[in-house]
């Protein structure tokens, strides 16, 4: 799979609960769109829209289960029931979160590794910083996603891609980097791709409609 998406573009087809397209059967669409568009994987939410998105493409899916956990601020494949129903759901590779946030019931972040691997899964380490991103290295994920820059407290608040991360990863990693987070122009995708990471990961600026809407009403509004 690292080979397949070298290079490429993969699409983040995703939709929260509280969103109008939040539906396995548009997910699945979503996701031919892409592929039609030239996508070379796809990265999907949940074990119904990953079933979905399987039977109507045939590219390789990176899974996660989001999940909200009272006594954690990780919700990217958080605990071990979420990644064992993603080994169940057939997807290639597992992203889960790699900050240095506590996870739920004091879950260890390298035990889930290695029950990935156990699985015949690749593991994809989400993280915020290049910190967590060495760590991640270490513990033996097979490949890093910048996508939680701004989703910690301690890495950078930024409306742009994270551009000095998306840099240090690829210059610090013998993994493969896959850069992710708010890539929304052409220019900006330009100006990642120069820093060389393994893959791009591109979602709410191609399949989250009503993100894409807001964007430009603000516009107006600042106009006005």
Same mark, same amino acid.
């Given at each position: 799979m690292l @080979?397949? %998406?070298?290079?490429?573009l993969i699409v983040s087809v995703?939709? =929260?609960e509280n969103e109008p397209l939040h539906d396995p059967r548009i997910m699945a669409k979503m996701a031919l769109a892409a592929k039609q568009?030239?996508?070379v994987a796809i990265r999907s939410n949940s074990v119904e829209d990953i079933f979905a998105i399987k039977a109507e493409v045939d590219l390789p899916i990176i899974g996660l289960y989001k999940k909200d956990?009272? &006594?954690? &601020?990780?919700r990217i494949t958080p605990t071990k029931k979420e990644v064992l129903a993603l080994i169940t759901s057939g997807c290639d590779? %597992?992203?889960l979160d790699a900050t240095r946030r506590k996870r739920p019931h004091g879950e260890s972040l390298s035990h889930l590794? &290695?029950? %990935?691997h156990e699985h015949d899964r690749l593991a994809m380490a989400d993280i915020s910083t =290049? @910190? @967590?991103?060495?760590?991640a290295e270490k513990l033996g994920f097979d490949c890093v996603s910048?996508? =939680?820059?701004?989703?910690?407290?301690y890495s950078p608040q930024i409306d742009t891609p994270d551009f000095d991360l998306i840099e240090s990863c690829v210059g610090h990693l013998s993994i493969p980097v896959i850069a992710e987070g708010r890539i929304s122009e052409v220019s900006e995708l330009r100006r990642v791709l120069s820093y060389s990471p393994h893959a791009v990961v591109i979602g709410s600026a191609i399949t989250r409609p009503r993100l894409i809407t807001e964007k430009f009403v603000r516009v107006f509004k600042d106009m006005t």
């Open positions: @080979e397949t %998406i070298k290079g490429k995703q939709a =929260l568009g030239g996508a956990y009272k &006594d954690s &601020d990780v590779m %597992i992203a590794v &290695d029950f %990935i =290049l @910190e @967590e991103a060495i760590h910048t996508t =939680l820059s701004g989703y910690t407290p």
